[in-house]
């Protein structure tokens, strides 16, 4: 059975739990800003991603207050000084960010309710998060509203201008090592997301090659009742089907199909492929 949501005939209730926790795992910006007057804002934002490489563009987007349609002091704040720090998160600073995210007035620096420590700028007014890891410098290039009810979001399009790494997170090509960063992630209701080891596993992408596609299986495989989506996409990524080197066997298609599963999980494509072949 599926269920089906008819949000165009009015069904928007319970909108918030389904597409937050439909749409993970999320990244999370720490958003640091600043209005007119001086006082320092730093929030959390789930609605967040990037964009664009050149430009360098983030994106994030604080939805007005369901309970009685009031914008985020963050809103406010890229409008009247257009920009910002964004940080990133990481499992040692998750339960200060999530505290950060209380609904504390205009004039509190979330900075000293969190307990996180101010650096001053290089670009902006408003400081980053020496806590975090990876921050952002940025200037606000456009802010684009998506309506004006409650639960409208805002996309603050956020022009990267200065990247601070701390080496630590770096391996020894000086490419971020996504363990040692161990990003935590949004997703529905209160869980999180962490980034360790067993969670992680790598798909080798055909990069110098276009793999030959399930339209192209021969039809015995495409159609096996042992190989998953999953397994079958691993063999259609070769370039063509290869050409048989291995001796005859007399094994049942079910054999044949079973060896060539467990082998294409021991990541022994090649062999898969003589095996079924
Ligand atoms: C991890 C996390 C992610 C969040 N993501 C969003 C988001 O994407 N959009 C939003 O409007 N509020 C989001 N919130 C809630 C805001 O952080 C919260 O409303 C905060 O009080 C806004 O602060 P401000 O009014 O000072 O800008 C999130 C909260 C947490 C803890």
Avoid at 126 to 139: A, L, Y
Wanted: aromatic share 6%.
């Amino acid at each position: 059975m599926i269920k089906t949501i008819d949000v165009k005939s009015g069904e928007t209730a319970g909108l918030y739990q389904y597409l937050s926790s439909a749409i993970t795992p999320r990244p999370i910006a720490f958003v640091s800003t600043i209005d007119k007057s001086g006082n320092k804002n730093l929030s959390p934002f789930s609605f967040f991603n990037v964009f664009s490489v050149n430009p360098p563009i983030l994106v994030f987007s604080p939805v007005r207050r369901m309970r009685n349609n009031t914008s985020k002091h963050t809103l406010d704040n890229v409008l009247q000084l257009k920009e910002c720090v964004i940080s990133l998160v990481t499992e040692d600073i998750a339960q200060q960010v999530s505290l950060s995210s209380c609904d504390f007035d205009s004039e509190t620096n979330e900075f000293e309710k969190a307990g996180f420590t101010e650096i001053k700028s290089d670009l902006v007014s408003p400081p980053r998060v020496k806590e975090s890891p990876i921050n952002f410098e940025c200037k606000i290039n456009e802010v684009i509203p998506l309506g004006e009810e409650g639960g409208a979001g805002s996309l603050v399009l956020c022009e990267v201008l200065k990247i601070h790494i701390d080496e630590t997170v770096l391996d020894k090509n000086n490419a971020i090592d996504p363990l040692k960063l161990n990003i935590v992630s949004r997703l529905g209701s209160n869980w999180y997301g962490r980034t360790t080891k067993d969670s992680l596993y790598e798909i080798a992408k055909p990069i110098s090659r276009i793999g030959m596609g399930f339209d192209n299986l021969p039809e015995k495989i495409r159609n096996s009742k042992i190989l998953t989506g999953n397994e079958l996409a691993i063999l259609a990524s070769a370039e063509s089907i290869p050409q048989k080197i291995s001796p005859e066997n007399n094994l049942s298609s079910f054999e044949k199909h079973t060896i060539a599963k467990q082998l294409l999980l021991d990541g022994k494509y090649e062999e898969a492929w003589q095996i079924l072949l």
